[in-house]
């Protein structure tokens, strides 16, 4: 059974930094690209940063490019955002996912509520 646990989401001041971690159990983790999204207050869930499986190539939206590093260490089955120079509209609830392609999540996890205040 594929299992996304995300964690320490939290409490930044604008222009903070955090880093989220995310632990893939129930598959082979190194053979997925992996993808975080996220939703903010009253919007609909958009994409933030994805990596490949063997971490070789990395996708960053716009409104976080610069800011945010996606990595992961596949020893670890783990998945991290690094996420600085933060800004209020980064404030949302943060998930990581399983990625076949093409913008396909087939597994997600229960999300991590990062709020940034101005």
């Known amino acids: 059974q594929v299992q996304l646990v995300e964690l320490w989401g939290g409490l930044a001041q604008t222009g903070g930094s955090l880093r989220l971690f995310c632990s893939g159990l129930?598959?082979?983790?190194?053979?997925?690209?992996m993808s975080w999204v996220r939703q903010a207050p009253g919007k609909g869930v958009g994409g933030v940063s994805g990596i490949h499986g063997d971490g070789s190539d990395t996708y960053y939206s716009d409104s976080v490019k610069g800011r945010f590093t996606i990595s992961r260490d596949n020893a670890k089955n783990t998945l991290y955002l690094q996420m600085n120079s933060l800004k209020h509209e980064d404030t949302a609830l943060y998930y990581c996912?399983?990625?076949?392609?093409?913008?396909?999540?087939?597994?997600w996890g229960q999300g991590t509520l990062v709020t940034v205040s101005s």
């Open positions: 996912a399983k990625d076949l392609g093409g913008g396909a999540l087939d597994a």
């Open positions: 129930g598959f082979t983790f190194s053979t997925y690209a």
